[in-house]
């Protein structure tokens, strides 16, 4: 490792990391926006749950330097536009919560979907406190795993030349030059694990009748 | 689209089904790799419950990692000691197998503890010896898991090996790498189609080999298990 050259790039690397905090966090909330909605409706309906998981399942297959390469064709948008990267993020985001936001609201036991309804819950009443927070284990479980791999294809966008972490794996390639990979790959996985460690505390804080002790 | 439908770009030595071929190739050698390691381990882990840890701990850990950052800093280390085209194809392999050890290992751990136990019990009953239990009833009863798990780590194997292009590994990313380099986005455009179509292909020859090897008893118990609350609304008749 050359300290030297890191305290050099210093406000590089703050650049490059705010890009990458952006392109990662933003599509997980987006996703997540997208997501809750439509895994009510493959919850609330027995036929449309196949037909969602399925297509969520065949969008989750393409692979994500080939979602960053097609989706200026669908959008519009320049191959170098960091838009595509959030939309590709997005789309994966919300292909794995679909089927998790579904299988959360399914979790929920029957019996406490039928006292909400007995205490005089609407039906949107009782999907907005009591379904969905009882159902918010679940659900922040698929969230920590988009949110860990979205923070890992990021930096797929190096490839293309957008600036994020990435590019100090690209740039440590050209120059035959170790200590941009590594601080690279350092800050993505310490990245990673904030979110992972800000959604268990989230969890936490949405569900305080939970036992303390959590197994993850 | 252009570059897809160009006849020049289907024949010869840089041709698109020379490209196609070398990334299967490259997938299956890292997914049979990592089967070969991740398969045993799993079932030894599953069946012993010993080094449990290594599941959960192993799996999350390798999916923080940047997979192009690995790529690269195994390139650097590696290529110095081999000249040849293993300098790149070797830490491009190591990457894959990494990738795809995870899903299979964890799906395969999963896989045998889920195995009913009345179902071991009866066959020990039976007079089953250890090992007759393990490839008669355990394997055969967790492998819709097991091959989900071989289902996603192929899909991962795929989408990695295109990125591996870029420290010029061959296979359907070179489209996408060089058609980068030399501005030509009908070119990138090519590439992506045809990754993604790869991509497709497998998931959906795997989830039809999956249903075509499981055995048919085991997936209506599957089946009724899982939606046991609709089964008490609506009674199953088989």
């Known amino acids: ?216 | 689209m252009n570059y897809l439908f160009d006849p020049r770009h289907w024949t010869g030595a840089d041709s698109i089904p020379t490209l196609i071929g070398e990334h299967l190739l490259y997938s299956l050698i890292a997914l049979a790799i990592a089967a070969v390691i991740a398969v045993p381990l799993g079932i030894y882990i599953g069946v012993t419950g010993k080094g449990v840890f290594l599941i959960a701990g192993l799996a999350n850990a390798l999916r923080a990692l940047p997979s192009v950052g690995l790529l690269i800093l195994l390139v650097l280390l590696i290529s110095p000691a081999f000249p040849s085209k293993m300098g790149y194809i070797l830490p491009s392999l190591i990457v894959l197998v990494l990738l795809a050890v995870p899903p299979i290992l964890t799906n395969t751990y999963a896989g045998v503890r889920a195995v009913d136990a009345a179902a071991v019990d009866a066959a020990r009953g039976m007079g089953f010896r250890t090992m007759k239990i393990l490839t008669d009833v355990q394997l055969p009863c967790s492998l819709p898991l097991v091959l989900s798990g071989v289902r996603s780590a192929l899909l991962q194997i795929i989408s990695t090996a295109t990125i591996a292009a870029y420290i010029s590994l061959g296979g359907l990313g070179r489209l996408l790498i060089d058609g980068k380099a030399q501005n030509d986005y009908s070119q990138m455009v090519a590439g992506a189609v045809l990754v993604a179509l790869l991509a497709l292909f497998f998931d959906q020859l795997l989830a039809f080999i999956t249903r075509r090897v499981v055995s048919p008893g085991l997936t209506r118990r599957t089946i009724k298990s899982a939606s046991a609350a609709e089964a008490v609304k609506t009674p199953v008749t088989v």
């Open chain 1, 1 to 216: 490792m050359n300290i030297e050259w890191l305290g050099r790039q210093f406000d590089n690397i703050v650049f490059l990391l705010g890009w990458h905090v952006l392109l990662a966090v933003i599509p997980l909330v987006l996703g997540l926006l997208i997501a809750l909605p439509l895994g009510w409706w493959a919850h609330r309906s027995r036929r449309i749950y196949p037909l969602l998981v399925g297509i969520a399942g065949l969008l989750y297959t393409v692979p994500s330097l080939a979602l960053f390469v097609l989706l200026p064709l669908v959008l519009g948008t320049k191959i170098l536009d960091p838009l595509n990267i959030v939309a590709a993020l997005t789309i994966y985001t919300v292909a794995l919560l679909v089927r998790v936001v579904a299988d959360a609201l399914e979790s929920v036991p029957e019996d406490t979907v039928q006292a909400a309804k007995a205490m005089g819950y609407r039906s949107y009443q009782s999907l907005l406190k009591v379904e969905l927070p009882v159902g918010v284990p679940v659900i922040s479980a698929g969230l920590r795993v988009a949110a860990v791999s979205n923070v890992s294809l990021v930096s797929v966008a190096a490839l293309l030349g957008i600036p994020q972490l990435g590019s100090l794996f690209t740039q440590g390639f050209q120059l035959r030059f170790f200590t941009p990979i590594i601080a690279g790959i350092l800050l993505c996985v310490i990245l990673a694990m904030i979110l992972d460690g800000l959604i268990i505390l989230l969890n936490r804080w949405l569900t305080p009748w939970t036992p303390k002790v959590v197994a993850s």
